[in-house]
């Protein structure tokens, strides 16, 4: 069966500090990946997807960026946080065409940032 | 993307079934109606999607009107693990299907 892993779980950094969130699956392979970030008492924002290793559309011009290494491996990074960053990071995958109409989408267990 | 609308919060006793509303009335013809809902602190759980028909699946069904401008997801017997925020979410059949959240609908249940 198909698992994905995101970590670390919470994440307190200091402003100017560089990120690095990394996300992986397991069990299927060319995966659409997604990540989201979600503030305080808001919706969900996407951030960047992928469709494919090293091709990265971006949804919201920020201080983020993302890079897909691997198949499987989808990583959130900043060179420099912004106390705007804080948030819920939440990546996800999906398959494609009639297997991502089938089961949608699947996230991960998010992780918590609060850039202070 | 199509937009939907959904109300904001709603309240139901626990074993009693929820009908919980959603408007799309500029959804195209090939857009999928995808419903997801979000515990505290966890990340969305799919629940169901459809396109003209009505589904069933395990945890909820989706009723969808004729003219498919609006939908309704029903949880027939509404529990505590049921209090989520429900989001209604419209997707069409690209390469890289992406999904828009909106605010959703905040359910609470009660006793």
């Known amino acids: 069966s198909q698992t994905i892993h995101q970590w670390p779980a919470t994440l307190v950094q200091p402003v100017g500090s560089p990120l690095s969130l990394e996300c992986t699956v397991e069990?299927?392979?060319?995966?659409?990946l997604y990540w989201y970030r979600q503030a305080a008492g808001r919706g969900l924002q996407l951030l960047f997807y992928s469709v494919g290793i090293g091709q990265i559309s971006s949804e919201v011009p920020q201080n983020l960026s993302a890079s897909r290494p691997q198949d499987r491996q989808f990583i959130l990074s900043s060179k420099k946080l912004l106390l705007s960053d804080s948030g819920f990071y939440l990546c996800?995958?999906?398959?494609?065409?009639?297997?991502?109409?089938?089961?949608?989408?699947?996230f991960g267990s998010g992780t918590r940032l609060t850039v202070v | 993307d199509a937009k939907t609308t959904q109300p904001n919060s709603m309240e139901s006793n626990e074993e009693e079934p929820v009908h919980l509303p959603c408007n799309h009335s500029t959804i195209s013809g090939t857009d999928y109606i995808h419903w997801y809902r979000q515990l505290p602190s966890q990340g969305p759980e799919y629940v169901i999607h459809?396109?003209?028909s009505n589904v069933n699946n395990r945890m909820a069904s989706l009723a969808i009107a004729e003219d498919r401008k609006s939908s309704t997801l029903i949880l027939h017997r509404a529990t505590l693990r049921d209090a989520a925020v429900y989001y209604c979410i419209l997707s069409d059949t690209g390469t890289a299907s992406k999904l828009t959240f909106g605010t959703g609908t905040r359910l609470q249940v009660t006793l």
């Open positions: 459809g396109l003209t």
């Open positions: 996800a995958w999906s398959g494609v065409a009639d297997n991502w109409r089938n089961y949608g989408y699947t």
């Open positions: 069990g299927t392979s060319n995966p659409n």
